[in-house]
């Protein structure tokens, strides 16, 4: 419940690249392309973890989603997440503006790179594959 003049608490933001170790989502499966398919509804990243071929890491074979640790990442530039900036921007200059139809994505409402870069950032997701090699 929401107190008068008191905004609730926003949501959690959700890192929608991060290591095995950090995952609680499963986004999506790597294919042979490099692209990212996206499960939808959300799964927890055990379903990933579980079926996970042996012979190469985790993190080049399926997409995996956490919470966002701001501080505590190497990418985060003290007010935003440098690499999500950084792949909007990239993208953005080698592709030009952001596709209109998204890709379904089961964190979007709470995804950090979608927060604060928008569509730039969702269109140069489904090109991140997280090898933690």
């Known amino acids: 419940m929401t107190h008068a003049g008191h905004r609730p608490d926003p949501p959690e933001r959700m890192r929608p690249s ?7 989502v499963f986004l999506g499966m790597i294919t042979p392309a490099g692209r990212v398919a ?14 996970a071929g042996t012979d190469r890491p985790v993190e080049s074979q399926y ?7 701001t501080s505590s990442c190497g990418f ?4 935003h ?3 999500g900036e950084r792949l909007a921007t990239s993208y953005q200059e080698a592709v ?13 409402r709470t995804c950090r790179w979608f927060a604060e870069q928008g569509a730039a950032a969702c269109a140069a997701c489904s ?7």
């Open 63 to 69: 997409r995996l989603a956490g919470p966002c640790v």
């Open 127 to 133: 090109h991140v594959v997280t090898d933690s090699r």
């Open 81 to 83: 997440c440098g690499l």
């Open 96 to 108: 030009g503006p952001a596709e209109t139809e998204l890709p379904r994505c089961a964190i979007r």
């Open 38 to 51: 996206y499960v939808t509804p959300q799964l927890p990243a055990e379903v990933a973890l579980a079926a």
């Open 76 to 79: 985060w530039t003290g007010e």
């Open 18 to 24: 991060t290591p095995a170790a950090n995952a609680t």
